[in-house]
């Protein structure tokens, strides 16, 4: 229905006292002579009481003979109108434009009815109809047009509509806001139809879908596993359960299996989402004993083929309100989710919570005004770049009741202004869920369009460029002891070079010793394995772009024991080209191994320098040693005591690949240390 009804705001003109009536004249007419009497009888009232009465007759009279058909019609469509009789006082207003189709307060009433009946076509008809008739007769009517037009996609004639009204000066508070912001729809989806998005989605099959629903929640950064809700609609219990697919040869996803318990209850689970390492999984769960509100967010750890028993993340972030549809960041650190907690912008909206040193998760914070509006915003999903959010939003401009946005986190922490990703991927329905994959080239969502399988299928399209997160690549292999080749569990650290800031926080499986780490493109990286008792592993990564992300980096990581004579090579520390001056970006690795010594008080070592043979011998002795004593005063300079140091530099001396080629010289060009003892 419009939001505005002519019955409401000119029930006067709707009763027939309009300035058309002959009953008006009659009436005045019928005072003039009452009044003229009173002058002339003042001392005779009683008189003036029988002259009245007398009249009464007339003007009763009069009124009956000067109303017409159409109003004697109209005034019993009116009469059944407000005594709810909605489907009889339609065939009576009808009957009313069909006997005068001038009678403008009938088309006016025809129209109201129709919005209230949903027959918006017809409403939209009727109010046209009585503006052609006295465009200054109501001037609301022009609102209701709006509305009613807009409502039924009718955008270039509610642009008409709004802005007539809007310049007649007349519009209250609340029409004008909502004019405005509707103008500003209207005007987004005619260029959006004008302007489609590529976009041809691929059912992902029965394997994954079937008549019931499917929700998609996840896809791991190797792309091999999809993560999704179903939901069974002859369900007994009616409740939703996790599955898992895993990608078969030639592109086509495998029969999913359920997820199972301890993760699956009896109970109503949704909304999983999965670490980027694939050892920590996030969901909602409601009423649970456990529970904090009605929906709170659980986690489980990964211990070899099997999810430990689901931990409530606790009363910080979980609430007397409702949390739910989790995202974590693939830095480990940072979960985004939903909640309609008192302290956001209004209905549901998208908060942060940091994961502390102490190992408790931080109290949330609103994602801002930028993401959140005063409607709901809902399904975010945080890509492996770090960067890049996808959320669906109800209060941003889109296509229907919900769209799909995305938004940027700049290095400043801010939040770029959201970007619809076009239309016909966000359509009048109401778009909640998508998930991306690593490189950015598809997308994943569920939707009813015709040809599924069921009442919601899980689809795959690639994204539109405009809106594609950067590019990610991922190192996957075992962590190993060197020597006994026992699996072990690691801590995977991924850090920007130029920033110092820890990308990515990772662990490789307690069980297994498998691992997984995602590597945005762009920047230059140290990653780093750690494991207490050992030395850490160290590489030096940079993923130049597209091309480069389709690469993974396949390696398993060989950690070595701490025990004298063992070398770990410092693969991110850098000089000035022919200089002992280190650069910014050595600070991370530097710092690794300051902490390292700082962990193992009884370890002493020696820093050796490496050359390749570019030079005399002489130059490339000196130089090497120069740099070995740059990371020795460093460490002095960071609190270790020189006696648990040396240094040395060796030149040319211990090549470790040959110097025939770019590779091989940047090789022999290194830093290493060297345990010389462990001592208690």
């Known amino acids: 229905m419009a939001d505005l009804s002519f019955r409401k705001v000119n029930m006067f003109k709707h009763s027939g006292w309009n300035n058309k009536s002959p009953f008006i004249a009659v009436l005045f007419f019928s005072l003039y002579l009452s009044f003229k009497i009173l002058k002339v009888m003042r001392k005779r009232p009683l008189r003036l009481l029988i002259v009245l009465f007398c009249l009464f007759p007339c003007i009763v009279f009069a009124q009956q003979k000067g109303e017409s058909k159409a109003q004697k019609i109209h005034n019993r469509a009116l009469a059944l109108y407000n005594a709810a009789a909605y489907d009889q006082a339609l065939k009576e207003v009808q009957k009313a434009v069909k006997a005068d189709p001038g009678f403008i307060e009938s088309w006016l009433l025809l129209g109201d009815i129709s919005a209230m009946k949903g027959m918006r076509p017809e409403a939209i008809e009727a109010y046209q109809k009585a503006i052609t008739i006295d465009e200054g007769f109501f001037p609301a009517a022009y609102y209701i047009l709006g509305n009613l037009q807009f409502s039924e996609g009718l955008y270039a004639d509610c642009l008409k509509s709004y802005r007539h009204y809007l310049g007649l000066g007349k519009a209250k508070p609340a029409e004008l806001a909502k004019a405005e912001k509707n103008i500003k729809t209207a005007e987004f989806r005619i260029h959006a139809l004008a302007n489609p998005v590529p976009f041809e989605p691929e059912n992902l099959g029965s394997g994954i879908n079937t008549e019931g629903y499917e929700f998609v929640n996840y896809i791991t950064a190797d792309g091999e596993q999809l993560y999704f809700t179903r939901r069974m609609p002859a369900s007994v219990r009616n409740d939703e359960e996790f599955f898992v697919s ?118 949330p914070v609103n994602a801002g005004p930028v993401i959140n509006t005063p409607a709901d915003e809902r399904g975010p999903f945080i890509h492996p770049d770090g960067q890049t959010l996808y959320f669906s939003s109800k209060g941003h401009t889109g296509m229907g009741e919900g769209d799909i946005f995305m938004s940027r986190l700049s290095a400043n922490g801010e939040w770029s202004e959201p970007v619809n990703i076009g239309y016909p991927v966000n359509s009048a329905a109401d778009e909640v869920n998508l998930v991306v994959d690593r490189q950015g080239r598809y997308a994943y969502i569920s939707s009813d369009m015709a040809g599924g399988f069921g009442k919601q299928d899980i689809y795959r399209f690639e994204l539109p460029r405009p809106v594609m997160p950067l590019p990610v690549t991922y190192m996957k292999g075992v962590v190993s002891d060197s020597i006994s080749g026992k699996r072990l569990a690691a801590a995977f650290t991924l850090t920007d070079l130029e920033t110092g800031k820890e990308v990515v926080n990772s662990l490789s499986d307690a069980v297994s010793g498998e691992f997984l780490v995602s590597i945005p493109a762009g920047k230059k990286y140290a990653l780093t394995a ?36 063992e070398v770990t090579v410092l693969r991110n520390v850098f000089f000035e080209t022919d200089s002992a001056r280190l650069l910014p970006e050595s600070l991370v690795e530097l710092d690794r191994l300051l902490q390292f010594m700082n962990r193992n008080p009884y370890v002493s070592i020696e820093i050796s320098g490496h050359t390749d043979n570019t030079g005399s011998d002489a130059h490339n002795l000196d130089l090497s040693r120069r740099r070995a004593e740059a990371v020795y005063d460093y460490l002095a300079g960071g609190g270790i005591t020189k006696g648990r140091m040396t240094y040395k530099g060796y030149g040319a001396a211990k090549p470790v690949a040959g110097n025939e080629t770019p590779e091989g010289r940047a090789a022999n060009r290194r830093t290493e240390f060297r345990i010389t003892s462990v001592g208690k």
């Open 246 to 363: 895993r990608l078969q040869a030639g592109s086509v996803w495998g029969v999913a299996r359920e997820l199972g318990p301890p993760v699956n209850t009896e109970g109503d689970e949704g909304a999983i989402c999965i670490s980027a390492d694939g050892q920590y999984l996030f969901f909602a769960a409601c009423n649970r004993p456990d529970g904090y509100g009605s929906c709170d967010l659980y986690y489980s750890r990964r211990e070899g083929g099997r999810w430990s028993q689901p931990r409530n993340l606790g009363p910080v972030v979980n609430s007397s309100h409702w949390e739910s549809q989790p995202s974590l960041a693939p830095d480990g650190r940072t979960l985004y989710f939903v909640s309609n907690r008192p302290g956001g912008w209004g209905g549901s909206d998208i908060w942060i919570s940091e994961l502390q040193p102490d190992g408790y998760w931080g109290m």
């Open 530 to 565: 750690e494991k207490p008792g050992y030395l850490f592993y160290s590489a030096h990564i940079f993923v130049e772009g597209e091309a480069e992300a389709e690469k993974p980096y396949l390696h398993d990581v060989l950690l070595k024991p701490v025990q004298k004579d």
